[in-house]
């Protein structure tokens, strides 16, 4: 009791901090690591460690989750060769080349130790790689690819990671075995992935409870996690997929209330889980320099450092490469212009956001704490305290750099081309409620609300096309009650129309998907107050 309270009064800090954070606009992912130190080198604090197993699986699902379904589809499709690349390619080739660091200069450690140090520090972190760049009008190929590549690549790495871990325990491993077994593994992921994410979508679009609603998305990610895991597949990969799945159903499938309950809800347990992880690593770092084995935390610092220059310099090595030659394939097939070039400073910059984050540090303090001899895993703490390091030296290091280089490189989405696209919705979707009340006045009912109505959005078009300057358009109330509410009712349902433009909006792919998120968080704040009005009249 005595430990969650402890725990209960850091997650208070660690709220308070954020609001600090978010005045100086650091960085979440900074915050916590930050954080996680200063907790870590506080005296007097208990060691509270959870079972290696319930921290995979409570903390990862989730995590993947969340950041699955606020990713794209059309993004994830339209970018996939260089997702693959990153999330796949290169994840296996900085695990190999971080094994290959730690075998030959770290002592005591065996190949397949090695191989699991670098499957946990080789995947960027999908939370890092959006709140660092979030805010920083990165052009929207950048950030679709990183966004795509955190959620893939932790599928690739966790994987590996399995496969590692399996060798130390067992003290045995085939890799044409392991190469056969990825293939099915992962293909059973996105299998169970694709079929749950539609049938959770079916399920949903039948309930019209908020709360009901809500609780389901927070047990979607443990099904599927489990379900795959069950039949030895990847639980990683099924989460994902589910994920993505509900993600293109979601503008369907949610009402008003549900949506806005269910983002504000998992906005909430997101902080929690990000913060809670850290702070478990935290509260550890003592009980884990002082289980070091031969090494000496110096020494320790050390080696973090140097595979943190690893992993950093292989990722800058390996996309400049790897882009040629995706972009020459793509020539040879005809699908890219002959004269196609590639965008060096773009390129530096998804270089450079190769930030690891907690999905690395949940990794690491997922470790089982023995072998199946009942000997302790060797050198499990060293290789918490080698994470700990990467994290925090990639995050601070590029998610502090970034913002400055982005602005010195001029990798930027114009302002202008962001407004344009807004314009272009508003404008299409007006034009859409146009037609919509032309159709309910042919058929006589309500007339004098319907054109009152008419009137607002000529003048919005108007203003959107330059023929008039930007007013206040409020909604104004009358003495008339009954015309008031015919007014309000109509007015709710052009919204439940535009509605419907939205989401085909989204299915044809024409706008980003921020635009999209963007407009239906405006009709779902407009749908709420018209409702707060008509329940006062």
């Not at 430990?3 to 916590?32: C, D, H, T």
């Not at 921290?55 to 970018?79: G, R, T």
């Not at 009980?287 to 943190?308: A, H, M, Q």
């Not at 344009?420 to 309500?446: I, N």
């Amino acid at each position: 009791m005595k430990n969650l309270e402890i725990v209960i009064m850091l997650m208070a800090v660690l709220a308070g901090l954020s609001a600090v954070a978010q005045r100086f606009k650091l960085p979440y992912p900074v915050l916590l690591v930050l954080a996680g130190l200063l907790i870590g080198i506080t005296p007097a604090l208990p060691n509270i460690s959870l079972n290696p197993d319930i921290v995979f699986f409570v903390f990862l699902p989730p995590l993947l989750y969340e950041a699955s379904f606020n990713m794209s589809w059309h993004d994830f499709k339209a970018y996939r060769q260089q997702i693959s690349m990153l999330a796949i390619g290169l994840v296996f080739f900085t695990t190999t080349a971080v094994a290959c660091l730690a075998h030959y200069f770290i002592p005591g450690f065996s190949w397949p130790l090695s191989f699991v140090l670098g499957a946990i520090v080789s995947p960027p972190d999908a939370v890092a790689a959006t709140s660092v760049t979030r805010g920083l009008n990165l052009p929207k190929k950048i950030t679709s690819i990183l966004e795509g590549e955190s959620l893939v690549n932790d599928a690739s790495a966790l994987i590996a990671y399995r496969y590692a871990v399996a060798a130390v325990v067992s003290g045995t491993f085939s890799l044409w075995d392991a190469g056969w077994h990825f293939l099915l593994v992962a293909g059973g992921g996105i299998g169970i992935g694709l079929l749950l994410g539609y049938a959770v979508s079916r399920l949903q679009e039948r309930i019209s409870d908020p709360t009901i609603s809500t609780t389901i998305t927070l047990l979607v990610p443990f099904v599927a996690y489990s379900a795959a895991e069950h039949v030895d597949t990847s639980g990683v990969l099924a989460v994902v997929f589910t994920g993505l799945v509900v993600s293109w159903r979601s503008y369907e499938i949610y009402d008003t209330n549900t949506r806005v309950q269910k983002n504000s809800f998992w906005d909430v347990f997101s902080f929690l889980l990000n913060g809670f992880v850290f702070i478990l690593i935290g509260l550890q770092l003592p009980f884990i320099i002082r289980g070091f084995n031969e090494l000496t935390l110096p020494v320790v610092i050390g080696y973090g450092l140097l595979i943190s220059f690893v992993a950093i310099v292989i990722r800058i090595v390996w996309v400049y490469p790897t882009s040629y030659l995706l972009l020459l394939f793509n020539k040879l097939l005809g699908r890219k212009k002959k004269k196609a070039t590639l965008n060096l400073k773009s390129l530096f910059i998804t270089s450079w956001a190769g930030m690891r984050g907690v999905v690395s540090l949940a990794t690491a303090l997922a470790l089982p704490l023995t072998l199946r001899n009942g000997q302790p895993f060797p050198h499990r703490n060293e290789i918490l305290m080698i994470t700990f390091i990467v994290i925090l030296i990639t995050l601070a290091l590029q998610s502090l750099t970034l913002p400055w280089l982005i602005r010195r490189l001029d990798v930027q989405e114009s302002e202008e081309k962001t407004v344009t696209e807004e314009q272009k919705v508003r404008l299409q979707m007006a034009e859409g409620s146009m037609a919509f009340l032309e159709a309910e006045l042919a058929q006589g009912e309500d007339e004098q609300a319907l054109e009152e109505l008419k009137a607002r959005f000529q003048r919005q078009i108007s203003r959107l096309n330059g023929v008039l300057a930007a007013d206040n358009d409020e909604e104004e109330d009358t003495n008339d009650q009954a015309l008031f509410q015919q007014f309000l009712h109509k007015r709710l349902e052009v919204v439940e129309h535009q509605r419907a433009m939205l989401v085909q909006l989204h299915k044809e792919g024409k706008y980003s998907e921020a635009t999209i998120r963007k407009m239906e968080a405006e009709l779902d704040a407009l749908d709420i107050s018209l409702q707060a009005q008509l329940s006062t009249t």
